[in-house]
């Protein structure tokens, strides 16, 4: 059974860090690329952050360039997603997406909450 479970999600304040997890089971985590995608009330979902197959190439949305960082451990079945200076426009739920050719499969998002 496909699973991508994401975890790290909570409330922060402005101006703090989290790191989101999500951990892949039931298909070969090194043949896919990841990404992170994020939906916020009444918006549309956006890409965050996209890694390849074999890490070496990210990509990131614009308001998320040098402030979110993404990265892969393929022999632990996991990406993260390093947030630093969040912001309150950074709320939203957060997803995982594994992508290969055209199989994909999604998390359940888990909930960040960027307020003082």
């Known amino acids: 059974q496909v699973q991508l479970v994401e975890s790290g999600g909570t409330l922060v304040q402005p101006g703090g860090s989290l790191r989101l997890s999500c951990v892949a089971s039931?298909?070969?985590?090194?043949?896919?690329?990841m990404s992170w995608y994020r939906q916020a009330p009444g918006k549309e979902r956006e890409l965050v952050a996209g890694?390849?197959?074999?890490?070496?190439?990210?990509n990131y949305g614009d308001s998320m360039k040098g402030r979110f960082t993404i990265s892969r451990l393929n022999d632990k079945n996991t990406v993260y997603l390093q947030m630093n200076s969040l912001k309150p426009e950074d709320t939203a739920v957060y997803y995982c997406?594994?992508?290969?050719?055209?199989?994909?499969?999604w998390g359940q998002g888990t909930q960040v909450t960027v307020s003082s």
């Open positions: 039931g298909f070969t985590l090194s043949n896919y690329a």
């Open positions: 890694i390849s197959s074999g890490g070496g190439v990210t």
């Open positions: 997406n594994a992508r290969r050719l055209v199989r994909e499969y």
